[in-house]
């Protein structure tokens, strides 16, 4: 499929979209959209804050959106209270348009606790599962250990990896749900994908806003650990 044909946009909260909102600003989250330039048909990952702004950047692109990805649960990335700040999320993003929530199964009830969405209005997944975006198909990883349910999302050669894996270390495994052991192991997953897609982080906490996967093997710490073993060594509890 003709690269010019994907719709791609990775922005930086407090600069590209909620410009001037000190919560975005500080956490340096990144949203994505992702869509099919021929249908019009586009995503959006990890709208948390101004999500309506998310919108209308897409509608400004010529594109409709028609579905959110959702990497995990945590107020910065798909909306709730955190740091005595309320962000509204994909809950005001589902008052502005009527689209599908896509959230992985072991995350959905983890969602619908800190948005106030009702489950009944999310859309659970399993590993391997697939979003249609117009001709494009994006692929939904289980990659839990950041939280039970977080996802990563494959497609044309690129890697959202939320807070999976950044470009320098990786999620924390000290919150409720998160697990270090587990972490281990989806990282090991990533870091046996066949292909070497770029990896787009949910935070811009690099030099790099994105690098490839192989860039991402051979300098990222967290990569370094071949077994839970070296992992414990490494990385202690």
């Known amino acids: 499929?003709?690269?010019?044909?994907?719709?791609?946009?990775?922005?930086?909260?407090?600069?590209?979209?909620?410009?001037?909102?000190?919560?975005?600003?500080?956490?340096?989250?990144?949203?994505?959209?992702?869509?099919?330039?021929?249908?019009?048909?586009?995503?959006?990952?990890?709208?948390?804050?101004?999500?309506?702004?998310?919108?209308?950047?897409?509608?400004?692109?010529?594109?409709?959106?028609?579905?959110?990805?959702?990497?995990?649960?945590?107020p910065d990335h798909v909306g709730g209270t955190m740091m005595g700040f309320t962000l509204r999320g994909v809950k005001e993003l589902l008052e502005k348009t009527d689209v599908a929530v896509h959230v992985n199964n072991e995350e959905l009830p983890w969602v619908a606790n800190v948005t106030g969405i009702a489950p009944s209005e999310l859309t659970g997944h399993a590993h391997g599962d697939k979003v249609a975006v117009g001709g494009f198909e994006i692929e939904l990883l289980h990659t839990p250990g950041h939280t039970p349910g977080s996802q990563c999302f494959l497609f044309e050669d690129r890697l959202i990896a939320g807070d999976t894996l950044f470009v320098d270390g990786c999620g924390r495994t000290d919150f409720p749900g998160g697990d270090s052991d587990t972490m281990f192991r989806s990282l090991r997953y990533l870091a046996e994908l066949k292909s070497n897609p770029t990896v787009y982080?949910?935070?811009?906490?690099?030099?790099?806003?994105?690098?490839?996967?192989t860039h991402i093997k051979e300098h990222n710490y967290v990569m370094r650990p071949q077994t839970l073993e070296q992992w414990h060594m490494f990385m202690p509890s």
């Open 1 to 74: 499929m003709a690269s010019d044909r994907l719709y791609f946009r990775q922005l930086l909260s407090g600069r590209d979209w909620a410009a001037g909102d000190p919560i975005a600003t500080q956490m340096r989250n990144f949203a994505y959209l992702i869509g099919d330039r021929d249908s019009g048909e586009c995503v959006v990952v990890d709208p948390a804050y101004e999500a309506g702004q998310l919108v209308d950047i897409a509608e400004g692109d010529g594109m409709r959106l028609t579905g959110v990805l959702a990497t995990h649960h945590h």
């Open 201 to 213: 982080p949910g935070h811009w906490y690099s030099e790099e806003p994105s690098a490839t996967l």
